[in-house]
């Protein structure tokens, strides 16, 4: 807990001060936040730097292939009602990046950490979380992750036999599975919109039975569990059956469902639901998402997403037809080079939008959008499809270093 003796060592001191000397050199060179070179510095000088950094905090961990960077932050908020936070709120969500956000948090009681879905076991191990958060998992990324199935086995035997507390989304089997050799799983009914990669049983391979919003394999009887904080229309549900509002600045359901997530962690550290969602309303954009700018005259609404799950969840958050849309997919590592995750997406959703096209792999989206027969332009970059765009405020859809440039070029 907080409050304890220094608990780091010389040796351990000399790497965050490395560390933050490297990051800052970065930072004055250009090359972005340097939080991830500074953190792999320090880890280099002192290989336990991460665990030494988290001792003194009660740590949450947010893992998900979807919506893990706003889950932390409105977690964060929440948390903030008990006392001080520090966060990787930038996404900076492997070991260097965590490392170097912890070394930034010394007065901190609270450690709200996004982690990416291959390191989380290996994470939880360093920071001995008192609370996990596993919201979905989809695919993603498919040239370098492991497929869904794997990543939730991984997820299963690093947390088996955990201590810590964890909050997991009752609706996505995949997560029930990973979750489900804890000894201590709270549920969340929080929804799963993107049922493609669950079709299947997790336990035993046979095929998944989904009448309504249950679930359940019908060969071996895995099943969804009995939640005991739900989403319900705009409310969160709270275990002794008592409805709270969400005001959310953030839009759609799928940010209702972190919402409710983030009310359950809360709970954990004893913060209730009022004043957890309450806080979270202070939440208005994250690293730029959602956030509307002026460029070149025009509204823009930067959305992003990454892999099919995103782009579903993100066309139900668009302004109705007519209203213009530019997509941009780029395939570099932070994205994953294999962009055949494209053909999952239904793009028939986009019908009656004007649509531009643009970034590294505008012609893959391209040949896409002609199977799905949507009318669209492919443009050379975004100044090009906003003079292309009829009038009105433009909703832009991007995926990782896609949403990078763009918010680049608007300043953002």
Known sequence: MAGNSDPLTPRAKIAVTAGKAVAAASRAAGRGSGSVIGGRVALKLDPDLLARLAQNLDVVLVSATNGKTTTTRLIA????????????????????????ALAGGSE??????EVDEKYLAGVARDTDPKCIALLNLSRDQLDRAAETRMLAEN??????????????????????????????????????????DAWSCPSCGGVMQRPGD???????????PTPSWALSG?????????????????????NQANATSSAAVAAVFGVPPQVALERMYQVQAVA????????????????????????????SLIDPPPTPVILSVNARGADGTDTSWLWDVDYTRLSGHPICVIGDRKLDLAVRLEVANQQFQVCDNLDQAVQASPPGRIEVIANYTAFQDLRRRVGN
């Not at 901190?108 to 950490?113: F, H, M």
């Not at 299963?156 to 201590?163: F, H, I, Q, Y």
């Not at 679930?215 to 099943?223: I, M, N, S, T």
């Open 155 to 196: 997820w299963r035997e690093g947390l088996a036999g955990s201590k810590a507390v964890i909050v997991a989304n009752a609706d996505d089997p995949l997560v029930v599975w990973a979750a489900s050799s804890s000894p201590n799983v709270i549920w969340v009914a929080a929804g799963q919109m993107w049922k493609d």
């Open 234 to 254: 705009d409310h969160v549900l709270d275990p002794h059956g008592s409805a709270w509002p969400i005001h959310l600045q953030l839009p759609g359901r799928a």
């Open 214 to 224: 249950d679930w359940f394999c019908g060969e071996c009887g895995f099943r969804r």
């Open 288 to 315: 730029g998402r959602y956030d509307v700018v002026q460029f070149e005259g025009r509204d823009l609404r930067l959305l992003l997403a990454k892999n099919p799950a995103g782009w579903l969840e993100t066309f």
């Open 77 to 100: 908020e929440a948390l903030r009602a008990a006392g001080p936070v520090v966060s990787n709120a930038l996404g900076a969500n492997m070991p260097a990046g965590i490392t170097s």
């Open 108 to 113: 901190a009681r609270y450690g709200v950490i």
